[in-house]
Each structure stands twice: as structure tokens, then as C-alpha cells.
């Protein structure tokens, strides 16, 4: 998802603000955000385009953000806790042999 042109804006709305912390991990995986639905989210959009032009996955994928935008908006705000790291997972460095 590297290089989607998207511009940032500042929101108020916490279910868009989520929602855009989840696509910066799923773009970057920097870790800046906890948010383990990236890289789900990442597999399925890599996947949609590649079945079909932008226009087809812009098309199949407003449905999947305007859920993920609904759920975010009825769920209540919870704690949320890391994830445990497993041992050479992609999201976590090796440890030095």
C-alpha cells in the first residue's frame, strides 16, 4: 500500500481517526499505532488489486471502510493492550544470534 497518495487531514471523529491509524500501520508498519487489524486489512486490499483496475477496487472496498467506519462508531471505547509478540514475527525483530 506503500505510496497511496493520500493527503492527512486532521479529524474529530474518533472512528475515522482509528480508522486512519489502521491504514498508516497497514501502508508503513512503523509501529507508530497499535493496531493489530493492519495487517489483515493490508492482505485484503493487496488482494482486491489484484483482481481487477483501480476503479474495481476503489468500487469493492468502500463497503469494507464504511464498516470498518459503523463498527468504530458503535463500539465502546475500550483499553486496548498489545498483542504478545511471537519470536521472529514479521512485526518483531529477531533477536540477535
Do not use: N, W
Not at 8 to 32: G, N, P, S
Amino acid at each position: 500500500m506503500a505510496g497511496t497518495g493520500f493527503t492527512v487531514k486532521r479529524t474529530t471523529d474518533a472512528a475515522l481517526a482509528r480508522i486512519a491509524e489502521i491504514i498508516h500501520e497497514a501502508d508503513l508498519d512503523d509501529e507508530r499505532f497499535d493496531a493489530p487489524e493492519a495487517p489483515g486489512l493490508d492482505v485484503v486490499l493487496r488482494g482486491l488489486s489484484m483482481i481487477g483496475d483501480d476503479e474495481h477496487t476503489m468500487t469493492v472496498t468502500k463497503p469494507v471502510f464504511d464498516g470498518l467506519c459503523e463498527y468504530y462508531r458503535r463500539s465502546k471505547p475500550q483499553v486496548r493492550h498489545p498483542l504478545p509478540q511471537v519470536q521472529g514475527s514479521p512485526r518483531t525483530p529477531r533477536a540477535p544470534s
